[in-house]
């Protein structure tokens, strides 16, 4: 009888002791131990092990990701609506990644095809043969999440939703330092959202690319996270759901790939800051030429008087 009873407390220990063993920030992880560790499989015995009190670097979760896809687990923890459902992949491939997360700069997708990516891990020059070069890893410096929300039962006027937007970012996604979030704008008509996330060129501590991707599973598929609530800022006492969402990257460098390859993905990159430098320049350039004129004219006359 005490046996029994002690066999029951042990298991319920263990089933305790079990529950609080999980990672948050990814529902594929397996945990176990004491201490607790975590890992998911990016290949057949191939275990990446995760940090779960931080958000998982991109990288592995794209690798564990193909490889789910490859194994034809689900991906998403909802399953498919209906058999004739289908996922978009663009954009997935295997990627390499250093030991920290970081993506590799060069990617190949274990083809012999390769091509040069950013710090988010999208493709930023043309595929070219495996002999490609890819000096260095381009840092994402900036990226616009155009989201679109749901329709509301009562519309929400334009002046909190920076903060409201802000708060939810940096409450759902690891404490992301909500100082970055430089820019939000809101047009009512059209249901959208455009938030600017951007950091200061060289910033090397904050990582925006994480944030990027969790929310883009959260909105196009469903939440990385273990706990499936939504990602829903409250604006004015309202939930507000997102339905879609799509993501541009901007790189410390511009992107070097050939415009006819520039077909639309659901990633874009923009390559507008070099052209706005230039323009810039050029704008400062006859500004202080007109200048010029004008104060040799004035001079002038001056001389004749
Ligand atoms: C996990 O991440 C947290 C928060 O960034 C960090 O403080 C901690 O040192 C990390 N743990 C390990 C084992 O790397
Ligand atoms: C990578 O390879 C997989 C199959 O091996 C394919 O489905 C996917 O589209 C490829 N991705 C890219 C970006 O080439």
Redesign the pocket.
């Known amino acids: 009888m005490n046996a029994w009873i002690f066999v029951v407390l042990a298991a319920l220990a263990a089933g305790a002791s079990a529950q609080s063993c999980s990672c948050e920030t990814m529902k594929w992880a397996t945990c176990d131990g004491n201490p607790c560790t975590c890992y998911v499989l990016v290949g057949n015995n191939e275990r990446q092990n995760l940090n779960c009190s931080t958000m998982v670097p991109k990288c592995f979760l794209m690798k564990a990701e193909m490889y789910r896809a490859r194994k034809g687990l689900d991906t998403r923890s909802g399953g498919k609506p209906v058999e004739s459902a289908f996922v978009d ?1 663009d ?4 990627p390499e990644c250093e030991s920290d997360g970081k993506f590799k700069a060069k990617q190949c ?3 012999e095809e390769c091509w040069c990516v950013n710090s988010a891990g999208v493709r930023r020059t043309d595929k070219e043969d495996k002999n490609i070069k890819c000096e260095k890893l381009v840092e994402t410096y900036w990226v616009r999440l155009q989201l679109t929300h749901k329709k509301l039962s009562t519309p929400v006027k334009n002046t909190d939703i920076k903060t409201a937007i802000a708060d939810a970012i940096n409450k759902r996604y690891g404490g992301f330092n909500s100082a970055l979030i430089e820019k939000v704008e809101y047009i009512p008509d059209e249901r959208l959202v455009l938030v600017d996330v951007k950091k200061t060129i060289g910033d090397r501590q904050n990582d925006l690319t994480q944030m990027a991707y969790y929310m883009e599973k959260d909105v196009k598929v469903l939440p990385l996270f273990k706990s499936q609530d939504k990602f829903a800022p409250v604006v004015e006492g309202q939930k507000m759901e997102m339905e879609n969402i799509l993501v541009y990257y901007v790189d410390e460098e511009a992107p070097t790939f050939t415009m006819k390859n520039l077909t639309g993905g659901i990633i874009a990159v923009i390559v507008v800051v070099v052209l706005a430098v230039i323009a810039g320049l050029l704008i400062v350039f006859f500004a202080t030429r007109r200048n010029r004129k004008y104060n040799k004219a004035q001079q002038r006359e001056m001389d004749n008087m």
């Open positions: 992949n954009g997935i491939y295997d997708n274990n083809t």
